[in-house]
């Protein structure tokens, strides 16, 4: 069965690329609406609405007329200009890793379990006990376990005596097939 009408142009949720910028740009320019740009690229109204607000910049025009000078704004939309902002914003969007904003803290526990021995347990004990750090940027050992084996910490499994004793390897149960 062949469909004749196929409605899939633009994936939702895609994000408008550099050309459709440029394309917006150009429609504008013939003072088309922003919904008539919508139709013409195959997006949302709002979509459009909201990337001629991203990438709307002021120009100032200045006229001398006797002597005087007179300055206009003039507002109108750059895709350059929105292209970077848009990349800016997708650089800082997101969730931050808990490692990131918690320096002082990785530094503390790479200091105790190299210099002191201490095991991760211990230090996340240490540092709740203690009130060292604002809770929310202590995380649990089991976190701290992972930031050890991503290396985001200094500390090695190989400083950490009880982890290179265990077997860490799951045992799988294999069932025989029989004949």
Request: glycine share 4%; proline share 3%; charged share 30%.
């Amino acid at each position: 069965m062949t469909q004749l009408h196929d409605n899939t142009e633009s994936i939702k949720g895609k994000h408008l690329t550099k050309d459709e910028r440029a394309q917006i740009e150009v429609l504008k320019q013939e003072n088309y609406s922003n919904r008539k740009i919508a139709v013409c690229l195959g997006r949302s109204p709002q979509t459009i609405n909201n990337e001629v607000k991203r990438g709307t910049v002021r120009q100032l025009r200045r006229q001398k007329h006797n002597g005087r000078k007179y300055d206009y704004d003039h507002y109108v939309y750059d895709p350059d200009y929105a292209q970077q902002r848009y990349e800016f914003n997708r650089r800082h969007c997101g969730r931050q890793p808990k490692w990131s904003r918690s320096d002082a803290f990785v530094d503390w526990a790479d200091v105790q379990m190299l210099d002191h021995h201490w095991s991760p347990d211990t230090v996340i004990g240490a540092a709740k006990q203690r009130a060292l750090f604002a809770d929310e940027l202590i995380p649990c050992t089991t976190t701290l376990y992972t930031w050890i084996d991503r290396q985001i910490m200094r500390t090695k499994n190989i400083n950490l005596s009880e982890k290179l004793r265990r077997n860490t390897k799951s045992s799988l149960n294999s069932r025989k097939v029989r004949k």
